[in-house]
């Protein structure tokens, strides 16, 4: 296998006759596909047969009306999304409250108690250590027990709607 370089002192450098002694590429002629007749059309049509894709009777007209009525804005579907965003509110200032009496109570806890407030976990305070490694895990937790009430509200609701 020829190489496309040389080495010059270390530094590679093109090779001077790389290009020069190509040959032109040759076309050949490829001769034309045979193009096959159409098939004939059957004798016979296909039966026609009837595609539903839902049945009419499974939808009641309540969950129609609901749709209706959150689709137009309506004062009964304003008062549906209401009661949805409420509870969602309400989840999430819970556990916001949960959080944050967790974590606002240590240093009370701390202040207290300063025999706890002594306490050593290999060597370090283990205040040091709840405050400043017990946030992360709370807040993770909290957070996905948030987005899994949420979540489950929005079910009862799509839920409520449909049936």
């Known amino acids: 296998m ?19 002694n190509y040959e032109p590429a040759t076309v050949e002629r490829v001769p034309p596909v045979a193009i096959e007749p159409e098939p004939e059309a059957p004798a016979k049509p296909p039966k026609r047969q009837r595609v539903v894709l839902a049945d009419p009777r499974s939808r009641s007209s309540s969950t129609l009306r609901a749709r209706v009525e959150l ?73 996905l027990a948030y987005n899994r009430l949420a979540e489950r509200h929005e079910r009862d609701f799509v839920d409520m709607i449909e049936n």
């Open 2 to 20: 020829k190489e496309d370089f040389q080495r010059v002192e270390g530094v590679r450098k093109p090779d001077p006759t790389l290009g020069k």
């Open 71 to 143: 689709e137009e804005q309506t004062s009964w579907g304003t008062l549906l999304i209401d009661d949805l965003v409420k509870r969602q509110l309400r989840t999430g200032l819970l556990l916001a409250a949960l959080a944050v009496l967790v974590l606002g109570g240590l240093p009370l806890a701390f202040y207290l108690s300063p025999d706890f407030a002594g306490l050593r976990v290999i060597g370090v305070p283990l205040a040091w250590f709840l405050l400043a490694v017990m946030p992360f895990p709370l807040l993770l937790l909290t957070g």
